[in-house]
C-alpha cells in the first residue's frame, strides 16, 4: 500500500531506536540493581521506571504495525488504535500507581512526561484509527507524532530516572574515621 509504505524508512528510524533505548534501559537498571532498596521504592518503580519501557515497546509495535506489508490500512489501523486504547487506559493505571507510591513526591515536569504527554500519543493514536478511512493522510502524520512524543517522552523518563539516581537517591558511602 502506498500511503503506508511512504512512512517505512521513518519507523525503522523510529522503531531501531526504541529497540536501542529499551536495551539500554536494561543496562542502566541492571547497574543500579545493587543499590539499597528503601521503603516504596518498588512502588515508584512501577511508577515511574515500568512506563518508560511501556512508551519504548509501544513505539517499538507501532513501527512493526506500520512497515509490515497490509494490502489496506484498516488492518493497521485497527491494530494501532487498540494500541492506543490500550495506552489510555495504561495511562490510568500509572496515575494510580504515581499516586499510590511514596517514595517521592511527584512534580509537575513528573505528571506531564508520565501521564499527559503519554496520554495524548495514546490518544492521538485511537483518534487516527477512526480518522484513518476518511483521512488517511492526515491519520499517517498524526501517528508519527504520536511516536515521536513517545519515543521522546521515553528519553526524557529515562534520563530523569538516571539522574535521579545519580543525584539524588545516591547511597551514603560509610567511612572509618
Known amino acids: 500500500m502506498t500511503?503506508?509504505?511512504?512512512?517505512?524508512?521513518?519507523?525503522?528510524?523510529?522503531?531501531?531506536s526504541a529497540?536501542?533505548?529499551?536495551?539500554?534501559?536494561?543496562?542502566?537498571?541492571?547497574?543500579?540493581?545493587?543499590?539499597?532498596?528503601?521503603?516504596?521504592?518498588?512502588?515508584?518503580?512501577?511508577?515511574?521506571?515500568?512506563?518508560?519501557?511501556?512508551?519504548?515497546?509501544?513505539?517499538?509495535l507501532l513501527a512493526g504495525i506500520l512497515t509490515a506489508p497490509w494490502q489496506e490500512a484498516a488492518p493497521a489501523a485497527v491494530l494501532w488504535g487498540l494500541l492506543g486504547t490500550s495506552g489510555i487506559i495504561y495511562s490510568a493505571v500509572v496515575v494510580r500507581r504515581m499516586r499510590k507510591q511514596g517514595a517521592y513526591q511527584p512534580v509537575f515536569e513528573d505528571w506531564l512526561f508520565h501521564v499527559l504527554l503519554p496520554l495524548a500519543a495514546y490518544t492521538t493514536l485511537a483518534v487516527?484509527?477512526?480518522?484513518?478511512?476518511?483521512?488517511?493522510?492526515?491519520?499517517?502524520?498524526?501517528?508519527g507524532a504520536a511516536a515521536l512524543l513517545l519515543l521522546f517522552v521515553g528519553i526524557h523518563n529515562a534520563w530523569d530516572a538516571v539522574t535521579y539516581h545519580v543525584f539524588v537517591s545516591k547511597p551514603k558511602i560509610k567511612t572509618n574515621l
Open 128 to 143: 487516527a484509527a477512526f480518522a484513518a478511512g476518511s483521512h488517511l493522510r492526515e491519520a499517517l502524520f498524526g501517528i
Open 3 to 16: 500511503s503506508l509504505s511512504a512512512w517505512e524508512n521513518f519507523y525503522v528510524i523510529v522503531g531501531s
Open 19 to 60: 529497540g536501542a533505548l529499551i536495551g539500554l534501559q536494561f543496562v542502566v537498571l541492571t547497574l543500579i540493581a545493587s543499590r539499597p532498596v528503601g521503603a516504596g521504592t518498588a512502588q515508584a518503580g512501577h511508577a515511574f521506571a515500568t512506563p518508560t519501557i511501556v512508551h519504548f515497546g509501544a513505539t517499538l
